[in-house]
């Protein structure tokens, strides 16, 4: 199953960076786009949701949207080591409950 | 801050035999779902649940599936007959609203099957 596909990493980078992830999908009936964070061996913690196309900003969090590439983004700004965890991209259709994941990227924030 | 919560942590089972894994999910939400992730691969949807019935359930819940809400709070998934591939998390998540783009994951159960 291909449907959404997300580089797994890992990533590292300093504290203080700014990161960048990215989730690209096949299917175009995908209209809410999720961002969840995962802890090691904790549950996937909601940070933020957008519906089709466009920009999200929460604190040091963006998310971005764009359905003509089929292309979203999360962006986190001042990176911290607190951020050092597996980023989920999640997506699902209009109707339905059904969410599709990525893979996750694993990050780790350098002191 | 509410959250969802899942018992036990950790299930080992031997394959043939049945277990129950539960959840309470935050309190005023309405919508239930399931999903697994197997060690190194995406999370993966189950079932969703609304008012009594399953809503919406994917390929994997097949027939040795099957969910229920017995109580006001409590949320259940039952494997009747486990496999060595039902080895994985199972992670409960509640909405409040239909649709549920804001899903509320639990810690998980790590289930497994020997």
């Known amino acids: 199953q291909k449907e959404v596909e997300q580089d797994p990493g890992p990533l590292s980078v300093p504290e203080g960076a700014i990161v960048s992830l990215n989730c690209t999908y096949s299917?175009?009936?995908?209209?809410?786009f999720m961002w969840y964070r995962q802890y090691s061996r904790k549950g996937p913690e909601l940070l933020m949701y957008?519906?089709?196309?466009g920009n999200k900003e929460d604190g040091r969090f963006t998310a971005q949207v764009d359905k003509s590439s089929k292309y979203i983004s999360l962006f986190i700004r001042d990176s911290q080591p607190s951020d050092s965890a597996t980023y989920l991209c999640?997506?699902?259709?209009?109707?339905?409950?059904?969410?599709?994941f990525g893979t996750g990227t694993s990050l780790t924030v350098i002191p | 801050e509410p959250e969802v919560t899942q018992t036990p942590s950790h299930q080992v089972t031997q394959m043939g035999q049945e277990v129950i894994l539960r959840c309470v999910p935050i309190s005023n939400h309405l919508y239930f779902y399931w999903y697994r992730q197997i060690l190194g691969q995406k999370v993966e949807f189950l079932v969703s649940?609304?008012?009594?019935?399953?809503?919406?359930k994917s390929e994997i819940f097949d027939d040795q599936f099957s969910v229920e809400r017995p109580d006001g709070s409590n949320f259940t998934l039952k494997i009747r007959s486990t496999k060595l591939e039902d080895s994985a998390m199972y992670f409960c998540?509640?909405?409040?609203?239909?649709?549920?783009?804001?899903?509320?994951f639990g810690p998980g159960t790590r289930l497994t099957v020997t």
């Open positions: 299917n175009s009936a995908f209209q809410y």
């Open positions: 999640a997506m699902r259709p209009n109707t339905g409950n059904q969410f599709y």
């Open positions: 998540a509640s909405s409040e609203l239909a649709g549920g783009s804001e899903q509320y």
């Open positions: 649940f609304y008012n009594n019935e399953i809503s919406e």
């Open positions: 957008t519906y089709s196309s």
